[in-house]
Each structure stands twice: as C-alpha cells, then as structure tokens.
C-alpha cells in the first residue's frame, strides 16, 4: 500500500506465503495488478486463480524447482502469468538452476497448444547476463534479476543490458 502510494509502477506481488488466499483481498485492495501464488501452498488451486481475478487482479501461478511444469496443463488457460523459479525458495544470490531453461520451452509449448499463447513466463532466481538469453529464447518474456541488478555498480545499466538480451 504504501509503495501505491508514492509510484506509478505496475505491482506484480508473489505472495510465497502459506494460505495465500486469505490475503488476495487485502493486496489487491493495496494496488496489487498481479497476485502470483505458489502451486505448492494451493490445494484449490482453481478457487485460487478465480479469487485473484475476482478481486480485479491478473492471476499468476508459481512452481517450484522440485515441481513439474506438467501441473499447469490443468489450468493454463485460466492463467495470465506463469511463475518458474528457477532456484529454491527462501533466500537471494542462489545460483540457477539449469534445467528451468527446458522447463520454459515445455511451459511455452502447453500455454500455445491450450489457446493462451499471450501467457507471461516469469523466471525467478539466478537469472543472469549468463542465461537471460537463453531464458528469453526459450519463451519466457519476464525475468526477476534481483541479487543480480542490486549487486551491480550501476543497477540501471544492468537492467537496461538485460532488455537488451530480449530484442
């Protein structure tokens, strides 16, 4: 709410909590345009994705490292975004894990088979100069360089590097 407050950004919130749908209501009413959940933390994962677009926000669904992108077969077509992460939760500057780029190209085949070719693929986690290419390529359209831009000397011009990679 109180970065709403004082920007005019898009607000993309990943919650990565337990429970998630019982704080849709209250980020969406914080400015939140996209509410992404984790898979793992949603035994209704239906319900879920519904509630987010109820509360007027665009539905995104993470997995983790460990999960199949298989589990999005059931409901992509619901979905405005798609969440790989691409280290395992908890903490920044993990290094990448591989075998995410295979699971973009897999994720971008089954959003274009089930009619949602305009799904946003979202990395996040260790993404780099090293694979933004690579993850661009493979069909993702969104990444989270966090560790990565922080750590730099000039955050804007790495940013604006990574851009680059996607034209």
């Keep these: 709410e109180a970065i709403n407050k004082i920007s005019t950004k898009f607000l993309d919130v990943h919650l990565m909590i337990e429970k998630p749908e019982q704080y849709i209501a209250t980020f969406a009413q914080a400015g939140a345009k996209v509410i992404t959940v984790h898979f ?9 994705i519904q509630q987010i677009k109820d509360a007027g926000c665009l ?25 790989l992460m691409s280290v395992n ?13 295979y699971k973009t190209k897999r994720l971008k085949e089954m959003a274009t088979k089930a009619g ?22 493979a069909g993702a359209n969104v990444l989270v360089a966090g560790s990565f831009v922080f750590a ?11 851009l680059s990679v996607a034209n």
């Design 89 to 101: 939760p908890g903490f920044g500057g993990q290094k990448f894990i591989p075998n995410a780029i």
């Design 40 to 48: 793992e933390a949603c035994p209704h994962i239906h319900r879920t």
């Design 152 to 162: 730099s000397k000039d955050p804007k011009a790495t940013i604006a590097e990574l």
């Design 116 to 137: 949602n070719a305009s799904l946003k693929i979202e990395i996040d986690g260790g993404v780099t100069m090293a694979n933004a290419a690579d993850l661009y390529k």
């Design 59 to 83: 539905a995104g669904v993470a997995i983790n490292p460990g999960t199949p992108v298989s589990v999005y077969r059931e409901f992509i077509a619901d979905l405005d975004l798609a969440l």
